[in-house]
Each structure stands twice: as C-alpha cells, then as structure tokens.
C-alpha cells in the first residue's frame, strides 16, 4: 500500500523581498538604476512576461511623477500658508484662554512653552511665503521647510497640552484624532500631486494623408474637369 507523500504548502513571501521593494521604491524618487533593479525584483517575484511592459510604463510613470511633485515648490507654498496660518489662528485663540486660567499646572506649562515657540516660528513661515509669493520665488528651501514643520509641530503639541489640562482621555482622542487626520490629508494631498504630475498619454493624431470629406464632396474647377476630360 502506497504512502501518500505529505502536501507542500506553497512558500510563504519572504520578508527580504518586502524590505527590497520598499527600498528600490524610495531610492527610485531619485535614481533611475533603482528603477530597473525594481522592475527585475518584480519579473522575479512571478509577474508574467507579458505583463512586463505594461508594469514598467507604470512604474516609469509612477517615479517621473514623484519626482515633478517634489519639485512643485508652488503646491508645497500654498499647503503651508492654509496649515500654518490656520494652527497660528488657532492658537492665538487658545492663548486668551490659557493665561486666566491662575496656577498652571503642568499641563499647562507645556502649553504656555509650545505657544511661546510656536508664534515666531509661524510669522517666520508665513513672512518667507508671502514674500515669495509677491516676487515669485518658487523655490522652496531648508529654511522655510524647518519653520514651517516646527510651527505645525509646536502647536499640535499646545493643543493636545491644552486638551490634557481638562482630561488626560481628552488629550489622547485629540492626539490619535490629529494623527489619523494628518496621515489621511498627507496621503491625499500625494496623489493629487501624482495625478496632476503623472504623464498623459498622446491623443491619436489624425493621420497625414487622409482626405477631408470637403474636398470628395467639392466641385473641380474648369481647368481640373478639362484635364479630367483629356484623360
């Protein structure tokens, strides 16, 4: 009596392969060899040959719009001024009711020290990007970026203190709130940027010598029904 042999389970995906593809994928933002080592890891992995084209014009597609979106300084600008003009807002509100409230605690004092930084950092941000939005400076630079995270940092974190001071369960539905909400607009704000970046496809031209139905339908001259005669 024959023995079955034991069934082999089909191979689980390797954890190296995962980390390889997130690697090649943020290297290939800037660098076209990482792009192809990308593309022979996924022919690797099972991807039939005759999809191969197909997924390379993505992927192509995919990393020339990353790289034109990190160069869109004018969208980069104009998130900034609704972000961090709106947190400076915000917490200029705040500050009204954090002084009356007498004896801070400690809570609060994280509150006071974060408003403290927040507002030079965020006249800082703002007077770079209207000033180049005046003299159409598109460039974004260190400076600028640096003032502009710490702004929206610093008052994050003055409105979580705030939100603490009442109720420790309050801050923390704030903090995971702000943090759901701020990786959703980041992602959302991405792929409009790919999509506004992402290369478009050449309508199909006409071809050169076809005849327009005008000149079929049109009358021939004098001279033209002559030679037509001759012949």
């Known amino acids: 009596m024959q023995q079955r042999e034991p069934e082999q389970k089909p191979p689980k995906p390797k954890l190296s392969v ?3 593809i997130l690697r090649l994928t943020w290297r290939g933002r800037s ?18 040959e005759e999809h191969m084209p197909s997924v390379r014009e993505l992927l192509k597609g995919f990393f020339t719009a990353w790289r034109e979106a990190r160069r869109d300084d004018e969208a980069f ?21 954090v002084i009356p409230m007498g004896t801070p605690d400690l809570s609060l004092i994280v509150a ?16 770079f990007s209207f000033l180049k939005q005046g003299y159409g400076i598109k460039t974004y630079g260190r400076i600028h970026s ?11 974190i003055a409105l979580i203190a705030l939100f603490w001071h009442i109720s420790l369960l309050y801050g923390i539905v704030f903090l995971l709130l702000a943090v759901g909400v701020y990786i959703l607009c980041f ?4 792929i409009i940027l790919l999509r506004k970046h992402f290369p478009q496809k050449p309508e199909n031209q ?8 005008s000149a079929l339908t049109e009358p021939l001259s004098g001279d033209a029904a002559a030679n037509k005669g001759d012949h």
Do not use: C, M, W
Request: glycine residues 8%.
């Open 206 to 213: 006409a071809p050169a010598t076809e005849v327009s139905s």
């Open 146 to 156: 640096n003032l502009s995270g710490l702004s929206l940092l610093t008052g994050t």
């Open 18 to 20: 995962i980390r390889n």
């Open 77 to 97: 600008h104009r998130i900034d001024r609704y972000l961090v003009g709106g947190i400076g807002a915000i917490d200029l509100i705040l500050l009204t009711v």
């Open 187 to 190: 992602f959302y704000a991405t």
């Open 112 to 127: 006071l020290l974060a408003l403290i930084i927040l507002f030079p950092l965020a006249a800082g941000s703002l007077f």
């Open 31 to 48: 660098h076209d060899e990482a792009v192809e080592q990308l593309l022979k890891l996924v022919k690797n992995v099972g991807v039939p």
